[in-house]
C-alpha cells in the first residue's frame, strides 16, 4: 500500500490541492500532515531546502519516501495512479492540461500572492493589491463565463482542473474579499457541485497546525 506524507501549512491552497484535490481524500487515500512553519520562515532556510524541498516551495508530497514538488504535474501522477479525475479521452486530457497550466499562471498564481498580501501581511501596499485585484477581476470572470452552462471546468464530469482551480476560491471569503455569490454566480455554483462530492472537506478542516494570523 502507497504511503503519503504532506509537508504543509493550513493557508496554502496548494497544499489543499494535494489533500483535498482530494486527489488524496477524494482518492480514498490517506496520508500523514507535516506541518511546516511557513510563517517562521522555515522554507527560506538552507537546511530546509537542503532536506526537503530546493525549490523552498509548499507543498511538497513524499510518496512512499519519495519526494514530489509543484502541484499540477503531482496532481496528474495521483490521478493516474489512482484512476480518477484525469479525463477519459484525449481531448479531455488535452483540456485538463490547458486549465492546469492557466490555473498555475493566472488565477492561482494571483490569487495565492494576493490574497497573502492582503490577509496575512501587516502594511500590504495598496497600489500592488490593486494591480492584483484588477487582474483576478479579469481572471474570475473568463473563469465564470466558461462555467456558464456548464457544470465543470474540461469535461463532463470532475477533473484534477477542477480541483485545482477551487483551492484557493474554498478559503474563508474574508481573506480574499471576493463575495462570489455575488460577483461571479457561476463560479459560486460549480464551488457547491465540488464541495458536494463525497469526501469533500474546507480547507481549515483538512489541513490542522498553528494558524497564520489573520489581520482581516
Known sequence: MTTYRLHYFPESGNSYKLALALMLTLCGQTFEPVWTDFGGGVTRTAEW????????????LEEDGRRMTQTAPILLR?????GRFGGTTEDERQEILRWLFWDNHKLTGYMAMYRFQRAFTTSPDP?????????????LGILDAHLSGRLFVAAEQVTVADLSMTSYLCFPPNESGYDLAASHPAI??????IAALPGWRAPYDLLPGQRLRCYV
Open 78 to 82: 495521483l490521478a493516474e495512479r489512482h
Open 49 to 60: 531546502r537542503d532536506t526537503v524541498n530546493r525549490m523552498g516551495e509548499i507543498p511538497v
Open 127 to 139: 497600489a500592488v493589491l490593486d494591480f492584483m485585484r484588477r487582474r483576478l477581476d479579469d481572471f
Open 188 to 193: 459560486a455554483a460549480w464551488l457547491k457541485r
